[in-house]
């Protein structure tokens, strides 16, 4: 069950600051507050699926290839990476806190 009390909903909600890289109606990125790379940037849906698998499962499959494609667009168009990293955790067991589904952009 998709909890409420997540970070990532706060922001949605603009109850939290973010430094946004980039929103339109279904998607925002915007910068990651604990940086593991010199660019780590985080692409969330603005609906509430709790992790990768929530997503994947239970979304539109128009809305899950347009969030894929807009991770790419983003990384490469917006953040002028030729390399980097796409990570999701999928559950604590894989190290995921925040438990609104993400991406992690590494660049
Ligand atoms: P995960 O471990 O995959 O759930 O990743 C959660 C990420 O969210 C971590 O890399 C945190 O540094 C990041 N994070 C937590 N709170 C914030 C916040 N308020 N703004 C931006 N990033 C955050």
Do not use: R, W
Request: glycine letters at 4%; a negative charge; aromatic letters at 14%.
């Amino acid at each position: 069950m998709y909890n409420t009390q997540n970070i990532f909903y706060k922001i949605l909600k603009s109850e939290i600051p973010n430094k946004t890289i980039y929103e339109d109606e279904n998607i925002l990125c915007f910068y990651d507050i604990n940086p593991k790379s010199k660019i780590h940037a985080l692409v969330i849906p603005k609906m509430n699926y709790i992790d990768f698998n929530d997503f994947v499962t239970n979304a539109n499959p128009t809305l899950v290839s347009n969030f894929f494609k807009k991770v790419n667009d983003i990384a490469v168009d917006i953040l002028f990476l030729e390399n980097f990293k796409i990570i999701t955790n999928n559950g604590a067991g894989a190290g995921q806190e925040v438990f609104h589904f993400h991406v992690h952009i590494l660049g």
